[in-house]
């Protein structure tokens, strides 16, 4: 049985509630347009089809559309060396779909860990609880809208969060721009989509005060 053959056989039993299977670089995706059905789906996929192995459940934020969540189950069967990918849509309303732990066990870390960086919720999970962050953290940090330098935060006698301001690079690259120092902002600010760019124009003004322009390297000469 190859991936697309399993995908179909899925598509078969499921009907409406699948999409036709994805194809992209030899990988299979089947779109599963009701989230309180994977469980169900996942049941058979392990059962019936041999895919007894889940690699990793990870999720997607679509801020700014619905539904907002994407949520990505990667399963493998370790007998006939197949892998397939089921993805479910989970509005932002909802924000809650049920647990696979009662299909595979190992799903209990990856649930727990959704939960704590996006706020998803898996119901029936026997032990939904913070895994990353400490319990009584007000946010969760892998949501788009949850600035990239953090925000302040206090629980006293556990713990506190203050921004940390970044240094730039890929993780705050913006696409476009016409420098480079406006596609890699200090802070991007998500609400706002704003750019602080000022430690970067403070230090070309070094620069350019110590070598006569503003690019360097190269040994600072006294004037």
Known sequence: ????E?????????????????????????PVADAEKIAELCRYAKNDLGFDYLVDISSIDNYGDDPRWTVIYHL???GHRCELRLKTGVSEE??????????????D????????????????HRDLRRILMWEGYPYFPLRKDFPLAGKPSELPGVA????APMAGGPFVTVAGGNSAMAREPRIRIPETDALET???LER????????GHPKGPGPIEKK
């Open 76 to 78: 493998r069967g370790l």
């Open 94 to 107: 909802k924000s809650e779909l049920p647990t696979v732990t009662t299909v595979w066990q190992g799903a």
């Open 204 to 211: 070309r003004k070094e620069i350019q005060e110590a070598h």
């Open 198 to 200: 000022m430690g970067r």
């Open 109 to 124: 870390w990856h649930e727990r860990e959704i939960y704590d960086m996006m706020g998803i919720r898996f119901s029936g």
């Open 6 to 30: 399993a995908a179909q056989k899925i598509k078969a039993k499921f009907g409406d509630l699948i999409s036709e299977p994805a194809q992209f670089r030899g990988e299979i995706t089947l």
């Open 1 to 4: 049985m190859t991936s697309l």
């Open 160 to 163: 506190f969060t203050k921004p």
